[in-house]
């Protein structure tokens, strides 16, 4: 299958910054789209932002303008480059891929989850 590690959350201050990247690995064949969701306690998981494999983002109305997503092929990572952080923002965030993976000689679909990583806003 397909395995994603996640990195770069923590604490940030009010309209601070942070960066978070997530790396896939395992037997990949095709990867469209990464992403980035999100679950504030006691709320629904939701998505942030997306990227396909032709690099389009698909970023949220209500993180538009703040939040950028990238990817690097090379490297199956894709980032999340978070500015202007509010303290409702504070929630788990997580990683998403889907597309394909080598099975033997066939390849199968795949959408698989990070581990999550918690971003907390607070002064």
């Known amino acids: 299958q397909v395995h994603l590690v996640e990195s770069g959350g923590g604490l940030a201050e009010p309209v601070g910054s942070l960066r978070l990247s997530c790396a896939a690995s395992?037997?990949?064949?095709?990867?469209?789209?990464m992403g980035w969701y999100r679950q504030a306690p006691a709320k629904e998981r939701e998505l942030v932002a997306n990227i396909t494999s032709d690099g389009l983002p698909n970023t949220a109305d209500y993180v538009k303008g703040r939040f950028t997503t990238s990817k690097d092929n090379a490297k199956n990572t894709v980032y999340l480059q978070i500015n202007s952080l509010k303290p409702e923002e504070t929630a788990v965030y997580y990683c998403n891929v889907k597309g394909a993976y080598w099975s033997g000689s066939v390849t199968r679909s795949f959408d698989s989850w990070g581990q999550g990583t918690q971003v907390t806003v607070s002064s």
């Open positions: 395992g037997r990949i064949f095709r990867i469209n789209p």
